[in-house]
């Protein structure tokens, strides 16, 4: 029979949700904990939400995007109530580099049956039939919920301050509300993540990557599929709810925030047929956490026993693929060799995993 392990896992974005609902799934002694009074407050929050694994990714990655898809689908067969679009994308003049298996070249007629609001339409675009979008709030929500009929505890207004060790092993973490005791630390915590290690000793190489997300009112559907090109990226969240996303590129007049969201919301009035009547409810910067090479950071510290480490960017994407994997690792004491290459001790060796 195997130990239950006190695990803790810190952050209530759309990673630490999944672990936790991958972790509770097994019956062991987890608990959330979150700064704010509810999940995906920070970069979950503003996510554009695509579950985008077409895109070409480094061949030692390569496994965990094909297999994002399936894991969905899992996911949908154990919780009914998860709501995800499967839409597809549809993308012209941007740089294609989706794997030439899963996109589908279409015409102008085509692309006008897929798409009958745009108002200018390309001579041949790429569908990549496969993907999805989902409501990152709701569905991080949701996985609290879930992982708290399995059993799991969640506290939210409770800030992780300090890990605490003895000797090479973590023993618990000190919170805004007291300690708690774990056998094991899972650092689900996104950008924030260097700011929680660097008291024990090492660097995390995540840095802050600033996204836009413009949410507006619609009197209608506008969009079918996930429509990205040159002049904009957009989709449906729902029915009455229309989404954008777009770089960030600083904070000038010109360029800030505010300045970006409000051409991107004219971009799409002037582009879509009925889009006159959109309503701009919101401008938002996100945070996305970007490990040093883009790829995922997960696993356990080599000198520190119990401290799991969650990051990585597409999290959308990747969250339930890699949680399931993750929690078999936490349970089971093995190794799985899906993860291997997502190790932190890539960036402190030679091997180049580009």
């Given amino acids: 029979m195997k130990k239950i392990q006190k695990i803790v896992v810190v952050g209530a974005g759309i990673v630490?949700?999944?672990?936790?609902?991958?972790?509770?799934?097994?019956n062991q002694n987890v608990t959330l904990i979150e700064t704010n009074s509810t999940a995906a407050c920070e970069a979950t929050n503003k996510s554009f939400g695509w579950i985008h694994?077409?895109?070409?990714?480094?061949?030692?990655?390569?496994?965990?995007?094909?297999?994002?898809?399936?894991?969905y689908h899992e996911l949908e067969k154990e919780i009914p109530d998860l709501e995800i679009k499967w839409d597809g994308a549809l993308t012209w003049e941007v740089p294609i580099d989706y794997e030439e298996s899963r996109k589908q070249p279409?015409?102008?007629?085509?692309?006008?049956?897929?798409?009958?609001?745009?108002?200018e339409y390309p001579e041949e675009a790429y569908y990549a039939y496969e993907e999805g979008a989902l409501d990152p709030i709701l569905t991080a929500k949701l996985l609290v919920k879930k992982a708290e009929e399995n059993g799991a505890s969640v506290l939210f207004d409770t800030k992780a301050m300090q890990i605490?060790?003895?000797g090479s092993k973590v023993v618990g973490v000190n919170t805004s509300n007291g300690f708690l005791?774990?056998?094991?630390?899972?650092?689900?915590?996104?950008?924030?993540?260097?700011?929680?290690c660097k008291p024990l000793g090492f660097d995390v190489p995540v840095a802050p990557s600033p996204s836009i997300l413009i949410r507006m009112k619609?009197?209608?559907?506008?969009i079918r599929t996930l429509v990205s090109n040159s002049k904009f990226e957009?989709?449906?969240?729902t029915d009455d709810l229309l989404l954008a996303a777009e770089d960030y590129i600083d904070e000038s007049e010109q360029n800030g925030p505010e300045a970006v969201g409000k051409r991107a919301f004219e971009i799409l009035r002037h582009n879509l047929k009925g889009g006159e009547k959109l309503e701009l409810e919101s401008i938002q910067v996100g945070?996305?956490?970007?490990?040093?090479?883009?790829?995922?950071?997960?696993?356990?510290?080599?000198?520190?026993?119990?401290?799991?480490?969650t990051v990585m960017h597409s999290a959308v994407t990747l969250a339930p693929i890699i949680s399931r994997l993750a929690a078999n690792e936490i349970i089971n004491n093995v190794q799985m060799k899906e993860l291997e290459s997502c190790r932190l001790i890539r960036f402190l060796c030679e091997v180049d995993f580009m």
């Fill in 218 to 222: 619609s009197k209608e559907k506008l």
């Fill in 106 to 119: 279409l015409n102008r007629q085509q692309i006008i049956e897929l798409e009958p609001n745009l108002k």
């Fill in 181 to 196: 005791e774990a056998d094991v630390i899972v650092v689900a915590t996104g950008a924030a993540i260097p700011e929680l």
């Fill in 53 to 71: 694994p077409s895109y070409q990714v480094s061949e030692n990655y390569r496994h965990l995007y094909d297999a994002s898809i399936a894991e």
């Fill in 234 to 237: 957009a989709r449906q969240l």
């Fill in 164 to 166: 605490i060790t003895e």
């Fill in 16 to 26: 630490g949700t999944s672990m936790t609902y991958y972790l509770s799934k097994q």
């Fill in 287 to 309: 945070l996305r956490p970007m490990p040093e090479d883009g790829y995922p950071i997960v696993g356990f510290h080599d000198e520190i026993k119990g401290l799991y480490l």
